[in-house]
C-alpha cells in the first residue's frame, strides 16, 4: 500500500522524499543533488509527507470499513458455526 502511495506522488515530491526519508539524505544534500534551493526541499517533504499520511488515512478508512463486515451471508455462516462447535462442546 506504501509503495503505492508513494508511486502516485508527483515525481517532485516522491524524489524528495525518498532522497530524505528512505536514502536518509541531509537537507543540504538533497538541495545540492537536486539544485534546488533547500526551502524547497523542506517544503516538498512536508507536502510529500502530507500526501502520503492523507492518501494512506484514506486507504486504511476504506480497509477498516470492509475489513470486519458483519452482514449477510458472512454473519450467518459465522452464527451457523459457532451453534456448531458450542453443540460439539455440548455447552
Not at 30 to 44: F, K, Q
Not at 73 to 80: H, I, N, S, T
Request: charged share 35%; net charge negative.
Amino acid at each position: 500500500m506504501l509503495e503505492a502511495r508513494l508511486d502516485a506522488l508527483p515525481v517532485a515530491f516522491r524524489t524528495v522524499f525518498v532522497l530524505r526519508s528512505v536514502e536518509e539524505l541531509s537537507v543540504e544534500e538533497t538541495a545540492d543533488c537536486l539544485g534546488i534551493p533547500e526551502a524547497t526541499v523542506r517544503s516538498r517533504h512536508f507536502r510529500a509527507n502530507a500526501m502520503l499520511r492523507e492518501s494512506l488515512s484514506r486507504d486504511i478508512d476504506v480497509t477498516e470499513k470492509s475489513l470486519f463486515e458483519f452482514d449477510g451471508d458472512d454473519c450467518d455462516r459465522l452464527v451457523a458455526t459457532t451453534l456448531a462447535r458450542l453443540k460439539r462442546a455440548g455447552a
